[in-house]
């Protein structure tokens, strides 16, 4: 009888004997509330990704040329896309546009 217990204890320590009583999961309340709490405090720590001009002018017909767009930090001053040129993975590249500062177009010498 020893002698089946030991052996019995050394191949579940082994990992090869299946467990004596299946585990079942906890259903309680306070665990999904906890875990509710624990994704709102890793939501706030994360910041969220600024987007670039290519992310915001994705969804616009012809990738925004012809629209005017202006940082939030900036006052009274935008641009009026006039060519874009993409590199390859869409998130990137070069952007031409008019400056307008205040409502009124500025050329700048070329």
Do not use: C
Request: hydrophobic share 45%; charged share 25%; proline share 5%.
């Amino acid at each position: 009888m020893a002698q089946r217990a030991a052996g019995a204890l050394l191949r579940r320590s082994l990992g090869l004997a299946p467990p004596a009583a299946p585990r079942a999961l906890s259903t309680s309340a306070a665990a999904p509330a906890a875990a509710a709490e624990g994704e709102a405090a890793a939501a706030k720590a994360k910041r969220s990704k600024k987007k670039n001009l290519f992310d915001v002018v994705q969804f616009l017909p012809d990738w925004g040329v012809g629209y005017k767009v202006a940082k939030t930090t900036w006052r009274d001053v935008s641009y009026q896309i006039t060519k874009i040129n993409l590199y390859k993975d869409g998130r990137h590249g070069k952007a031409w546009g008019i400056r307008h500062k205040a409502g009124e177009s500025l050329l700048s010498p070329a």
